[in-house]
Structures are given as structure tokens and as C-alpha cells.
């Protein structure tokens, strides 16, 4: 999940493409496929991205991953399949890639997954939570790196 | 290696002790982190942000164990190994 949320905002804030939600005045640096032009394949997997995310149009990045309809198909399922409730369920996974997005300071990412959150229940007080961890973590992962700090605990010592 | 030299437990101030042994309880471990050690030895800045950190983490809206999973995605982020 945190892997293919950092991936496609670094493609969307790489090229420049228009968030989602709010009227980000951004000219993208490509040209984006249209939708209505999109052949069957595409259209059903297009189909599929707008439901999932309950919009009234495809998101800007899985357009542009259009013009390689195989790659899309399959990076698509990829991130449908991380997001779907299994052993955590949909709306935390949601707030952890809002987690990871602020985090990388991607626009893209915050306003995407902001609203998927909130779309899928996250009240005031948890976003306050939520983001008063992001921002305590975000200072003591400076300190840790900056001090050169060596883990409290060896990942190979743990099991599980 | 640390850049810094961090400081065992019991060389920090008195007053801290409680925290401190509050702090393996937290987590559950038989000694106190180093991030914490570091932390208090500068109190004035430790101190307020232990409090604010202890508050932050507690279970509210959303569960301790979200918390945590959301500090593991900033450091994975971050890079931090730590």
C-alpha cells in the first residue's frame, strides 16, 4: 500500500497532473488520454477505477497509465488489490496512505486520499489523530536520522 | 554509529525516572529507548514533547495500533531505519 501510493504520486506530482478535488490550476506536462476515446479493455478497467473510488471521472494518473493499457491493467490490480479490506480494512489503509503522502509532501496524494478518508468515514477527531502522529513521527524520524541512530531492536532478532 | 553519545537511563534527572519507567511499560520492553534517552537529555524540550507524544498515541478515534502502523508509514517514508 505505502509503496504504490509513493509511486503514483511521484508520477502525478511529476507530471504535473491536476489534483482530483480541488482546482489546483496545475498544467500537466503531458498529454493525458481521453477517456471517451479509451478502446473496450481500457473502458472496463476504467469502469472499475471509478467505481472503486466512487468518482465521476478517472483519476489523472491511471489516464496517463492508459497509453500502456497491459502495464495499467496490471499495476491497476496491483493497487486494487492492496486497498481492499483484508487484514486491515479499507478506511486505515486509506489513512495510511494519507500518512505516507503528506509525509512525501505530495499534493496528488493529500488531496486524494484526504478525500477517500473522509469518504469512507474518518471523522475530525481522526484526522487530528492521524495527523498529530504523522507530525510526531515526522520529528523524531528527522532526529533519529540526523543523530544517526542504530534500532533499539534487530529486525532479526524479533521472529514472527 | 550515533553521533551523539546517549545517555543511559539513570543519568537522567531525577524527576524523569517516572516517565522513564512508564516508558518500557508503554511498550512493553525491559529497557527504555533510545529516542527517549535522547530526548530527555534536553528536558526542556523532552519533557513537553513526551506528554505530547504519550496524548497523541493513547487510543481516541483511532486505535493505538493505527497509530503505530501510521508511525511505521512515516518512517518507512523517511527512510528511518530506526
Not at chain 1, 528527522?142 to 541512530?149: F, P
Not at chain 2, 517516572?18 to 516508558?23: D, I
Not at chain 2, 530526548?39 to 497509530?67: C, I, N, V, W
Request: proline share 7%; hydrophobic share 45%; charged share 25%.
Amino acid at each position: 500500500m505505502a509503496g504504490t501510493t509513493h509511486a503514483l504520486n511521484a508520477v502525478a506530482d511529476g507530471l504535473r497532473l491536476p489534483l482530483e478535488f480541488r482546482d489546483s490550476g496545475r498544467d500537466p506536462l503531458v498529454a493525458l488520454p481521453r477517456t471517451e476515446e479509451a478502446p473496450p479493455q481500457v473502458k472496463a478497467l476504467f469502469d472499475d477505477i471509478q467505481t472503486f473510488y466512487a468518482m465521476d471521472h478517472v483519476p489523472a494518473v491511471f489516464r496517463w497509465m492508459a497509453r500502456d493499457p497491459i502495464f495499467l491493467q496490471g499495476y491497476w490490480g496491483a493497487v486494487r488489490a492492496a486497498f481492499t479490506d483484508a487484514g486491515l480494512d479499507r478506511l486505515t489503509k486509506e489513512v495510511l496512505a494519507l500518512a505516507a503522502s503528506m509525509t512525501a509532501k505530495s499534493d496528488y496524494g493529500v488531496d486524494l486520499h484526504l478525500r477517500e478518508a473522509r469518504r469512507l468515514g474518518l471523522s475530525d477527531q481522526g484526522l487530528t489523530e492521524a495527523v498529530e502522529v504523522v507530525q510526531l513521527f515526522n520529528t523524531v524520524t528527522k532526529i533519529a536520522g540526523a543523530l544517526q541512530l542504530q534500532p533499539d531492536f534487530n529486525p532479526r532478532l524479533l521472529g514472527g | 554509529m550515533e553521533i551523539v553519545r546517549i545517555p543511559e537511563a539513570p543519568e537522567l534527572a531525577p524527576e524523569d525516572q517516572p516517565f522513564l519507567e512508564a516508558t518500557k511499560g508503554w511498550f512493553k520492553i525491559d529497557f527504555v529507548p533510545k529516542m527517549s534517552r535522547v530526548l530527555l537529555s534536553h528536558p526542556e524540550f523532552g519533557r513537553p514533547y513526551g506528554r505530547a507524544s504519550r496524548r497523541a498515541m493513547t487510543d481516541g478515534a483511532l486505535s493505538r495500533a493505527q497509530k503505530e502502523m501510521i508511525a511505521a508509514t512515516v518512517s518507512a517514508i523517511n527512510v528511518c531505519e530506526y
